[in-house]
């Protein structure tokens, strides 16, 4: 399987841009595996960064700012995804005792167990 039978195209100006469409076609491919498994467990992919962020960071919480400095997706609301997660039980959210401007957000036993149970299930697709 090579990238010319996928996009059908066997004609390229350079190889600059045969790697370029490589790159973005790989993305989609990858990205399209990704969501098949999250949308098992009723977790978007922005979703899913944000909990995976927490977790990286836990026990120490991190505002919104900090969060969406480390997202994959620089253009996601944040503060909107937050709160969908809290609905979900999977992060709590607390006033910042250091800086009353800022929201301290914590993963929760949830989130965590969300998360193995997709880091389950990824381990499953890559073998």
Known sequence: ???????????????????????????????????????????TLQQFNILRILRGSDPTPLSTHKIRERMLDKMSDTSRIVDRLIIKGWVEKKMCSTDKRLVDVFITKEGKKILERIDKKSEAMNA
């Open 1 to 43: 399987m090579g990238l010319e039978n996928e996009i059908v195209q066997s004609k390229f100006r350079n190889e600059y841009q045969k790697a370029i469409i490589n790159i973005i076609y790989t993305y989609h491919w990858v990205t399209d595996r990704v969501k098949a498994v999250l949308l098992s467990e009723d977790i």
